[in-house]
């Protein structure tokens, strides 16, 4: 397993941008498919968007189609996740999940993501 830790959290106004941050450490992660999920107040964890170990395919949820991008960079064992047009539905805590090395699934499941990170806190004002 990898170990995985969340940041670019932060306050923001609707309409605006963030940018998160997915640190690995771990020989696997640059093997690994790798996922954010989000899990609003009172709502269950929810798959955002994943990205295969090497950038080639890309699976978004679509609630964020057209406003987020995954990127990674296996030299720096790190995933980014852009985030524009922010809007208040987007407030959650989001986490990162790394899939087993060599994995083929990009999700949804959770289930298909065995290391997760401690999470992020987004809050997009209205």
């Known amino acids: 397993q990898v170990q995985l830790v969340e940041s670019g959290g932060g306050l923001v106004q609707a309409g605006g941008s963030l940018r998160l941050s997915c640190a690995a450490s771990?020989?696997?992660?640059?093997?690994?498919?790798v996922g954010w999920f989000r899990q609003a107040p009172g709502k269950e964890r929810e798959f955002v968007v994943s990205?295969?170990?090497?950038?080639?395919?890309?699976k978004y949820a679509d609630s964020v189609k057209g406003r987020f991008t995954i990127s990674r960079n296996n030299a720096k064992s790190t995933v980014y996740l852009q985030m524009n047009s922010l809007n208040p539905e987007d407030t959650a805590v989001y986490y990162c999940?790394?899939?087993?090395?060599?994995?083929?699934?990009?999700?949804?499941?959770?289930?298909?993501?065995?290391?997760w990170g401690q999470g992020t806190q987004v809050t997009v004002s209205s």
């Open positions: 771990g020989r696997t992660f640059s093997t690994s498919t």
């Open positions: 990205i295969n170990w090497n950038g080639g395919m890309t």
């Open positions: 999940a790394a899939g087993p090395p060599w994995g083929y699934n990009l999700g949804p499941r959770e289930a298909d993501f065995n290391s």
